[in-house]
């Protein structure tokens, strides 16, 4: 299974981002995805996620209103749009997978995770 997450760069405050990840070796229209982030020094922290027909969402209140996750199940790829961005939104995102039905912030819950992309923003 790989998840490739790409689109991260420097961006200034008040700009905007889409993020990309791109999955194989998985069923992924049978997979719940999701976006974390981790800034240095800090854990990681869910952002978004998306059911696996992508009829259900939920965001951190961090990002509601700013965010907007989403997903191609033809092209297995789950996208997350980034509008508004705040220096605090700097942190390397990654995307994750999950069968699971439960708690969609868990880090534990999700079984595939990809590398991360870099997002800074600046002030």
């Known amino acids: 299974v790989q998840l490739q997450a790409s689109g991260g760069g420097l961006v200034q405050a008040g700009g905007s981002l889409r993020l990309s990840c791109a999955a194989s070796?998985?069923?992924?229209?049978?997979?719940?995805m999701a976006w974390f982030r981790q800034a240095p020094g800090k854990e990681r922290e869910f952002v978004a996620h998306?059911?696996?027909?992508?009829?259900?969402?939920y965001y951190a209140d961090s990002v509601k209103g700013r965010f907007t996750i989403s997903r191609d199940n033809a092209k297995n790829t789950v996208y997350l749009q980034m509008n508004s961005l705040k220096p605090e939104d700097s942190a390397v995102y990654y995307c994750?997978?999950?069968?699971?039905?439960?708690?969609?912030?868990?880090?534990?819950?999700?079984?595939?995770w990809g590398q991360g992309t870099l997002v800074t923003v600046s002030s």
């Open positions: 994750a997978a999950t069968r699971a039905v439960g708690t969609p912030s868990l880090v534990a819950q999700y079984d595939y």
């Open positions: 070796g998985l069923t992924f229209s049978r997979y719940n």
């Open positions: 998306i059911a696996w027909r992508g009829a259900s969402t």
